[in-house]
């Protein structure tokens, strides 16, 4: 089982920057892929960043939404993975969740991620 613990959303406004954290804890070992999605209000929940850990090593993916604006991360030592979130819009509003999903296969598709954290509201006002 593994366990997964957002913090840092909060209330920002536009041009601001947040640094999301995913505390993972339990069995975090072998290939895996941690990943990033996020819900706005009356919305499906959608792809944001991840990072697959396989066998060349970490690769990394955004959606296009969050290319130069974001940064994934993480700290093997600590099992935390972060989001650094720069240039933060209205539109980038919502539920942020972490999740991790099993393997050396990568997928966007929540619907392939086993755990999930409880996840975090980010609110960006204009």
Do not use: H
């Amino acid at each position: 089982q593994v366990q997964l613990v957002e913090s840092g959303g909060g209330l920002v406004q536009a041009g601001e920057s947040l640094k999301l954290s995913c505390a993972a804890s339990g069995r975090t070992y072998g290939w895996y892929t941690m990943a990033w999605f996020r819900q706005a209000p009356g919305k499906e929940r959608e792809f944001v960043a991840a990072n697959r850990y396989g066998v060349a090593g970490i690769s990394t993916y955004y959606t296009d939404s969050a290319k130069g604006r974001f940064t994934i991360s993480g700290d093997n030592a600590k099992n935390t993975m972060y989001l650094q979130m720069n240039s933060l819009k209205p539109e980038d509003t919502a539920v942020y969740y972490c999740a991790l999903r099993r393997g050396l296969a990568y997928t966007e598709y929540q619907n392939d991620y086993a755990y999930w954290g409880q996840g975090t509201q980010i609110t960006v006002s204009s």
